[in-house]
């Protein structure tokens, strides 16, 4: 078993396409560092200075993970991680 | 080009006259580029300088259409003081490359300017607008 993470379009490139990835980890913060293993680039699409970006919103199964724990959020085994892009502009 | 019906450019200004002074948004869903499902969405900043979606309804719209096999065809917001072209911040944070970006701008009471654009890497590209009966 692993953990799913859901990539958007827009960061697939780094995926050689795939719409979703399986990677490990007890936290988001290991998951997105074993994500960027098998994925170079990855992680500075989605951390920056040892936080999530601001306008990146990633939830853990149907939660957004601001309102858990952030980076620090524990993951396991058959959850699934969505990676969403913030729609937002001025 | 972006072909879009009267219906739908009709739904998206009256969205954008509601809202004004604060920018509206949204989403328009549907299969193979052509814009069928009207998505208003709650402007999470609630402000007449910047939208921003919802992140929990965006998450639940997302999934919707992912189930639906559907797609963001249309995303489209308001500008309530300034011409419908994107703005610095919209260039930004684009993060749909397939989306059409619909802008809009409710400056002029009686007149509605409506335009449609590409943003890819940075890049604006205003294209025509077919408006279907």
């Known amino acids: ?90 | 080009m972006l072909s879009i019906s009267q219906e739908l450019v009709d739904k998206i200004v009256a969205h954008a006259r509601a809202d004004h002074p604060d920018e509206a948004c949204g989403v328009i869903a549907g299969r193979d580029g052509v814009p069928e499902r009207f998505i208003p969405m709650e402007n999470a900043e609630r402000s007449p300088t910047f939208y921003r979606f919802d992140s929990m309804e965006q998450f639940k719209v997302w999934r919707e259409m992912d189930e639906r096999d559907e797609e963001p065809v249309v995303i489209y917001h308001s500008h309530t003081a300034t011409e419908a072209y994107p703005s610095r911040t919209d260039v930004s944070y684009a993060s749909e490359p397939g989306a059409h970006y619909v802008l809009v701008s409710t400056r002029d009471e009686n007149e509605v300017e409506f335009r449609s654009y590409r943003i890819l890497e940075g890049a604006i590209t205003e294209e025509e607008v077919r408006f279907l009966p």
């Open chain 1, 1 to 90: 078993m692993a953990i799913e993470v859901r990539i958007p379009t827009i960061l697939r490139n780094y995926t050689d396409g795939a719409k979703a990835v399986n990677a490990e980890g007890a936290t988001l913060e290991e998951l997105i560092s074993n994500l960027e293993s098998a994925h170079p680039g990855i992680k500075d699409r989605l951390v920056d200075q040892g936080a999530l970006r601001r306008f990146v919103n990633v939830y853990l199964n149907d939660e957004d993970v601001r309102f858990l724990g952030g980076l620090g959020t524990p993951v396991s085994d058959g959850d699934t991680v969505t990676v969403l892009p913030a729609v937002a502009g001025g």
